[in-house]
């Protein structure tokens, strides 16, 4: 049941933040749905590695390189599903940053970790 509880309350944040932002487009709740789950599953096997493989220049730009790295993730969600697109890397990045502060203000700990 909390499993359950926090995808939705995921999928209402994420529809939340495509609202926030025109740069960002979602056709329904249940595309929201599956783009939250999409990210869980992008942000818990990719982003990991890809975050190794750029460490260099991560430690170069002080941590702002994984703002990029998380804007790529929410790229590839794009590529994965018709019904959500993005206008390009700086939407990604801004819808981002909208879902975790979101995310924040809800609670970490009914969440479902996106970014």
């Known amino acids: 049941m909390k499993l359950l509880i926090s995808l939705l309350l ?3 944040l994420v529809f939340i933040a495509s609202a926030l932002l025109s740069g960002v487009h979602i056709e329904g709740f249940v595309t929201a749905i599956i783009v939250s789950v999409l990210l869980c599953m992008v942000n818990s096997f990719i982003k990991p590695i ?3 493989f750029t ?3 991560t430690i170069l730009t ?3 390189f994984l ?3 998380n804007g790529a993730m929410v790229l590839l969600v794009d590529g994965l599903l018709s019904n ?3 206008d ?3 939407w990604a ?4 940053i909208v879902v975790s502060i979101l995310n924040m203000f809800i609670g970490s700990d009914n969440n479902i970790k996106l970014a």
């Open 93 to 96: 990045i801004g819808f981002s």
């Open 55 to 57: 460490l260099p220049i």
């Open 67 to 69: 703002f990029v790295i």
């Open 84 to 86: 959500f697109r993005v």
């Open 88 to 90: 390009g890397l700086l």
């Open 62 to 64: 002080l941590g702002l």
């Open 10 to 12: 995921n999928g209402l």
């Open 50 to 52: 890809l975050t190794f």
